[in-house]
C-alpha cells in the first residue's frame, strides 16, 4: 500500500489528556485505573474513567448531539491543537476534500439508558428531550464532529466491537486511493455505560482487579474510555524526519465464535500477516507489537500463539490495557497513538504499571493487584518476549493488534520516515 503521513494526532483516556499527559504516564507505568464508584455501577471492577467529561459543554448550535459519548469526542479534539490542525486542513484541502471515519461500540447509550428510566410511569413514553439520533445511534460520533468541524467529505462509523477504530484507518485509507478525498479524520470514541459494564460482568469477562495482560494470574478485563483521533493525509512530496506514517494494514474476519478468538489466533494471525504483506516488510522488521492484550485467560493465549508463530519469541511486546483500561471501539485509536507516541520517542511501554491514581478511592493495595508490584510474572505458557519494564530504544517499525468479538480482526503497522 502507499503509505499514508499521520500529520497530527492526540489522544484522552484515563491516563491523561493530549499527549504530553499520556507519555508521562506510559514513562512512569502509572495506571489510570481505579475502582469503579457505587454511582455508576454495583460491581467490584476497576475501571478507567476520564476526568470532566460531564462537566464539557457542546456549542450551542449542536446541542441535539449531547451526550458522555459526544462529550468525550470534544474533550478529545480539543487537545495538542487537533481541532486547530484539521480546520487548517479543510481550509487548505476543502471541507468536501476531508472525510471522517470513527469507530465505536456503545456510542451514546448511557444517554438511552438514562431516557429509560425516566420513561413515563403511566404510558411508558421515553422522555420528550431524549434525540437517539444524535446521542446514542453509531453514527451520532461521526456526525457530531463532521458537524462541528464544517466537513463535507463522506463520514462513517466503523462499529466492529474492540477493532472499530483500528479498521478506520482503511476505510479512510481506500476513500483516499479512490480520490474521493485527500485527508481524514479518524480515531475512535467510546464512554462508560451500564450495557458495557453489565454486560461483560454477564459474560464473566471483568476482573475484581486491575486487570494484568499477559500475566499468569490474569482472570479478566478492565473497560476504560477514550477518544483518540488522527489527521492522516496522502504524502507530500518530501517528509520532515521522523515523520509517522501508516505504512500497512491488514485486516481478517475468522468467524470461530461470537465472543472467543480462534483458540490459535488464525484470525489474529492472517490480519497480521496481511499488515506486513500490504508493508512490504518481513515479520523480522517490526521492533515493537503493542498487544491486544485484553487480559482474559482465553484472549492473550490465543494471540500470544499467533504472535509466536509469525514473529518467534524474540520481538518486544506489550500491552497497555493495564494502564487505560480496555477501552472498546476506541481501543484501536488509542492504542494507535500510543504506537505513534512509541516511534517518536523511542519507548516501548512495559505492560506492568507501578503507580496509580490518588483520586477517589485511591491506589489498590498490593493484596488486591499483584500487577502493581514487582514480582508479577508473566504466564509461562505464552512464550513471547513481553515487557514488563519500559525499554528506551529507536525504533523504525511496530505493529499495532486489534481483535474484537466475532473474529474481527484489524493490524496496523505505523513507520517512522528515514
Known sequence: MRPLLLSHFTATSAIGRGLDASLDALRRQASGLMPC???????????????????????????????????????????????????????????????????????????????????????????????????????????????????????QVVSTACSSSAKVFGAARRMIEAGWIDAAVVGGVDSLCLTALYGFNSLELLSSRPCSPYDSQRDGISIGEAAAFMLIERLPDSLDAGAIVLSGFGESSDAYHMSSPHPEGRGASQAMSAALASAGLPADAIDYINLHGTATPSNDRAEGR?????????????????????????????????????????????????????????????????????????????????????????????????????????????????
Open 306 to 418: 499467533a504472535v509466536e508463530g509469525l514473529f518467534g519469541a524474540g520481538t518486544p511486546c506489550s500491552s497497555t490495557k493495564g494502564a487505560s483500561g480496555h477501552t472498546l471501539g476506541a481501543a484501536g485509536g488509542l492504542e494507535a497513538v500510543i504506537c505513534a507516541l512509541a516511534l517518536r520517542h523511542g519507548l516501548m511501554p512495559g505492560g506492568a504499571q507501578r503507580s496509580w491514581p490518588q483520586a477517589g478511592d485511591g491506589p489498590p493495595d498490593a493484596a488486591a493487584a499483584p500487577m502493581a508490584r514487582n514480582e508479577r510474572i508473566t504466564d509461562p505458557d505464552i512464550q513471547l518476549n513481553y515487557l514488563l519494564d519500559n525499554i528506551q530504544h529507536p525504533l523504525q517499525h511496530v505493529l499495532s493488534n486489534s481483535f474484537g468479538f466475532g473474529g474481527s480482526n484489524c493490524c496496523l503497522i505505523l513507520s517512522r520516515a528515514n
Open 37 to 155: 464508584p457505587a454511582g455508576l455501577a454495583d460491581l467490584q471492577t476497576y475501571i478507567g474513567m476520564v476526568a470532566g467529561v460531564d462537566q464539557q459543554r457542546l456549542p450551542s448550535a449542536l446541542h441535539a448531539y449531547d451526550s458522555r459519548n459526544n462529550r468525550l469526542a470534544l474533550l478529545g479534539l480539543q487537545q495538542d491543537g487537533f481541532s486547530e490542525a484539521v480546520k487548517q486542513a479543510a481550509a487548505r484541502l476543502g471541507p468536501a476534500r476531508v472525510g471522517v471515519f470513527l469507530g465505536t461500540s456503545t456510542s451514546g447509550i448511557l444517554e438511552t439508558e438514562r431516557a429509560y428510566r425516566q420513561r413515563d410511569p403511566h404510558s411508558g413514553a421515553l422522555p420528550g428531550g431524549f434525540n437517539y439520533q444524535g446521542s446514542h445511534s453509531n453514527f451520532a460520533v461521526a456526525d457530531f464532529v463532521r458537524r462541528y468541524f464544517g466537513l463535507g467529505g463522506p463520514a
